[in-house]
């Protein structure tokens, strides 16, 4: 898929008169639990020539492509990603943190990495992964039978609000890291349930792990007491350290 994945971002910057700054693996396959059949959820961040910043208009800053069985592609535009780092948005962070980068330019990873204590808001990021823990323990998770793939997005959201309870940090993006935070009593279900994933497919049902998801509802439940009382760490430089940045990355592209 590499050599499939770097055409396609090469034809893009062609087609659309774009360049491409960053690309990584956003999904199953970057948090460490793929199954076989899992497709390569690809996203990067572009920039255009300066003049299509200088028009009256805005013009459109997400670029989107249908799906198909192996490969889900999909872009955001500079100052739209930037904007969204500065509202804390959960997605930017974890895709700046992604073990498989597909492209970089102009050291983009690199140069956006101090940045990015100042601009994590503690309580959006919770807010986030309490939304996605949300959908498991209330839908997803409730009957006999419950969908590997499921599971485990519901358990890593878990662990990642547990992290930023905890750390009071940005959490990492990966699943290896967030397994620390485990009960040990856990750890054997966890283990067993990641080698029946490895070779699983995505809609793979399993039993309905009752101590697992038991984890998840009281962790949904500290996580919802926690929110109000989380501290906000924050600076106010992110905008001006952002606005150089944009205009730097925009010079030299």
């Known amino acids: 898929m590499l050599p499939r994945i770097q055409t396609a971002l090469a034809q893009l910057e062609a087609t659309h008169g774009i360049r491409i700054l960053y690309a990584c693996e956003s999904g199953s396959r970057a948090w460490g639990f793929p199954s076989p059949d ?3 959820d690809v996203r990067f961040i572009y920039c255009h020539p300066p003049t299509w910043y200088l028009a009256l208009d805005e013009g459109p800053d997400t670029l989107n492509f249908p799906v198909d069985d192996e490969l889900d592609l999909a ?3 500079l100052r739209k990603a930037l904007r969204l780092l500065r509202g804390s948005n959960a997605s930017v962070f974890e895709w700046l943190q992604s073990p498989v ?3 970089e330019a102009l050291d983009f990873r690199a140069r956006l990495a101090p940045l990015l204590p100042a601009a994590f808001n503690l309580k959006a990021g919770l807010h986030h992964y ?3 823990l949300r959908r498991g323990v209330e839908e997803d998770l409730v009957g006999d039978e419950v969908r590997l793939k499921r599971l485990f997005y519901a358990l890593r959201s878990a662990l990642a609000a547990r992290w930023i309870r905890e750390h009071h940090t940005l959490p990492p993006m990966e699943f290896a890291p967030l397994r620390a935070l485990l ?3 856990l750890e054997p279900v966890v283990s067993a349930l990641l080698a029946a994933k490895a070779s699983a497919n995505e809609k793979t049902t399993v039993p309905r792990p009752a101590e ?7 962790e949904f439940a500290a996580g919802q ?3 109000e009382g989380l501290p906000v760490v924050r600076t106010s430089g992110a905008t001006t350290e952002l606005d150089t ?3 730097a990355l925009l010079s030299e592209a």
């Open 245 to 247: 940045l944009f205009q």
């Open 212 to 218: 697992l998801v038991a984890f998840l509802e009281l």
């Open 101 to 103: 980068v597909y492209h």
């Open 130 to 132: 309490l939304g996605q």
């Open 75 to 77: 872009g955001w535009e």
């Open 38 to 40: 899992s497709d390569y």
């Open 225 to 227: 007491a926690a929110r």
């Open 183 to 185: 009960p040990a009593a």
